[in-house]
């Protein structure tokens, strides 16, 4: 790995961390396309789980008992299910089919939040569905799903818990609790599949010290700014990431 490359993946990792304790959702989709300038997108996958799984470890602590125990019975279970039809489905998908595929995704995901945003557009909301069990158990197996074809989860799963109405520490803590878990999940199928190899694992064990000091730094900026400016920054910075892997 040249230092260059290695200088990307460091910001990517640390910035991501940042943001997963910060705002909770976009981390993922924000990691991947940025990890994809540098490393191959099946080989940018597999890094992205075990980087962010050191950010959920400090997450737990500094989110500690802030998440809804009911929501996280209903929704972690079949997240573990859909994660592991994930994996089999990387395993299957061409790699530059999956690479596109990304800056698709990427793309897709931060029109639509800036289109909202700027113009003020309504879309159809959750809230106005019947919430029950079965929508707990649907959302949860999409976001555990999304989560291991493109670290998407959190843009899944937050369809589900904006209708629940949660504060903004329970809603990030839920976050945490649930991709602590997911990702943990993910590394193993990595490994097994062989897209999270040794080399990458050393990496992010050299990075661990900046993602935990990553995580600290976003759980002040939750504090203390605004989280709709934090969410415009990163949902520009995806929306170049993705149009430049299209490029």
Same mark, same amino acid.
């Given at each position: 790995?040249?230092?260059?490359?290695f200088?990307? &993946?460091?910001?990517?990792?640390?910035s991501?961390?940042?943001? %997963?304790?910060?705002?909770?959702?976009g981390?993922?989709?924000?990691?991947l !396309?940025?990890?994809?300038? *540098?490393?191959? !997108? %099946?080989?940018?996958?597999?890094?992205?789980? !075990? =980087?962010? /799984? &050191?950010?959920?470890?400090?997450?737990?602590?500094?989110?500690?008992?802030e998440?809804? %125990?009911?929501?996280?019975?209903?929704?972690?279970p079949?997240?573990?299910?859909?994660?592991?039809?994930? *994996?089999?489905?990387v395993?299957?998908? !061409?790699?530059?089919?999956f %690479?596109?595929w990304?800056? *698709?995704?990427?793309v897709?995901? =931060?029109?639509?939040?800036l289109?909202?945003?700027i113009?003020?557009?309504?879309?159809?909301?959750?809230?106005?569905?019947?919430?029950?069990?079965?929508?707990?158990?649907?959302?949860?197996?999409?976001?555990?799903f999304?989560?291991?074809?493109?670290?998407?989860?959190?843009?899944?799963?937050?369809?589900?818990? /904006?209708?629940?109405?949660?504060?903004k520490?329970?809603f *990030?803590?839920?976050?945490?609790?649930?991709?602590?878990?997911?990702?943990?999940?993910?590394?193993?199928?990595?490994?097994?599949i062989? &897209? /999270?190899?040794i080399?990458?694992l050393?990496?992010?064990?050299? /990075?661990?010290p900046?993602?935990?000091l990553?995580?600290?730094?976003?759980?002040?900026l939750?504090?203390?700014?605004?989280?709709?400016?934090?969410?415009?920054?990163?949902?520009?910075?995806?929306?170049?990431t993705g149009?430049?892997?299209?490029?």
């Amino acid at each position: 790995m040249e230092i260059f490359d290695f200088i990307i &993946i460091s910001i990517a990792i640390i910035s991501s961390a940042i943001v %997963k304790t910060a705002i909770g959702v976009g981390a993922g989709i924000f990691l991947l !396309p940025v990890l994809s300038l *540098v490393l191959p !997108p %099946k080989q940018a996958l597999g890094l992205g789980a !075990p =980087a962010m /799984l &050191i950010s959920d470890i400090v997450g737990l602590r500094l989110y500690r008992g802030e998440w809804d %125990k009911r929501e996280a019975l209903l929704i972690i279970p079949p997240a573990v299910v859909g994660v592991a039809t994930g *994996v089999i489905v990387v395993k299957l998908l !061409p790699t530059t089919v999956f %690479k596109y595929w990304v800056g *698709v995704f990427a793309v897709t995901f =931060a029109l639509y939040n800036l289109a909202k945003k700027i113009w003020k557009l309504e879309f159809p909301k959750l809230r106005t569905w019947k919430i029950g069990r079965k929508t707990a158990l649907f959302f949860g197996f999409l976001g555990g799903f999304a989560s291991a074809v493109s670290h998407a989860g959190g843009a899944v799963l937050s369809l589900y818990l /904006l209708s629940r109405k949660l504060d903004k520490r329970a809603f *990030v803590g839920l976050f945490i609790l649930f991709f602590f878990l997911t990702n943990l999940s993910k590394t193993i199928g990595y490994v097994q599949i062989g &897209i /999270l190899t040794i080399d990458l694992l050393v990496a992010v064990v050299v /990075l661990s010290p900046l993602i935990a000091l990553g995580s600290i730094a976003g759980n002040y900026l939750n504090k203390i700014v605004s989280q709709d400016k934090f969410r415009t920054i990163v949902l520009v910075v995806i929306l170049l990431t993705g149009i430049r892997l299209l490029y």
